[in-house]
């Protein structure tokens, strides 16, 4: 069984501040998407990443997919209220025609 | 573009009937949709992953034969919840893929509460 673990689980921290949300693995993943996610939707895609060691930049978000394909981080720089959602990677593992392995979430709250 | 609805948006039944939701795909053909179960403040489950004109395939755990899945046109899954107790009343999301990208599109989901 893969499983991704997130960390922190939990975060609150207020407008400005600068924050990581850490995607670890033991397996290796062929990609590694993030989503975010409203109460009551649907998570909503934000970056696939597919190269070991590659970094996307996204406005306010810097995600990097680590050199062994096992890890991913997603940094947010002078985070703001509207950053505030449900975090979660999930990774696609090789010749699973697509099934996605969604890690354990990471709830940000980002206050005035 | 690649947009995925379902249906309803929420529902509440009784304990011991059944609930049919859908998912479609809008503006494309889904070759393959999957199914998803959250739980309050917890991520998100595989379920299943369907094929048009195919078999779901059940991830461990999952009751083939209490969640009946049909994926019977390139733009229509539906999840069936049988016999529904209340320890099934969670958030239900699909996903649609198509067969010209991996990429998955994901519905707004549905709330299904048990009473």
């Known amino acids: 069984t893969q499983l991704l673990e997130q960390s922190p689980q939990f975060l609150s921290i207020q407008e400005g501040e600068n924050l990581t949300v850490y995607c670890n693995s033991s397996s290796v993943f062929s990609s590694l998407q993030w989503y975010r996610q409203e109460p009551g939707e649907g998570p909503v895609l934000l970056v696939t990443v597919v190269t070991g060691g590659e970094v996307k930049k996204l406005k306010r978000l810097t995600f990097q997919f680590g050199d062994a394909r096992k890890d991913s981080s997603l940094h947010i720089t002078a985070a703001q209220p509207g950053d505030t959602g449900l975090y979660l990677c999930a990774g696609e593992a090789t010749g699973t025609a697509s099934k996605l392995t969604f890690g354990t979430g990471t709830r940000l709250q980002v206050t005035l | 573009g690649a947009v995925v609805s379902q249906h309803p948006s929420w529902v509440i039944c009784k304990s011991g009937t059944s609930v049919k939701i859908e998912c479609r795909s809008l503006?494309?053909?889904?070759?393959?949709m999957f199914w998803y179960r959250q739980f309050p403040k917890q991520s998100l489950m595989l379920m299943a992953t369907?094929?048009?004109?195919?078999?779901?395939?059940?991830e461990q755990g999952v009751e083939k034969d209490k969640f009946l899945i049909n994926h019977a046109s390139l733009t229509l899954s539906t999840l069936t919840v049988t016999s529904a107790h209340p320890e099934d009343s969670s958030f239900y999301i699909c996903?649609?893929?198509?067969?010209?990208?991996?990429?998955?599109?994901f519905g707004p989901g549905t709330r299904l509460t048990v009473t």
């Open positions: 369907s094929n048009e004109g195919s078999k779901a395939t059940y």
């Open positions: 503006d494309f053909q889904a070759t393959t």
């Open positions: 996903s649609a893929r198509s067969g010209n990208t991996y990429q998955q599109y």
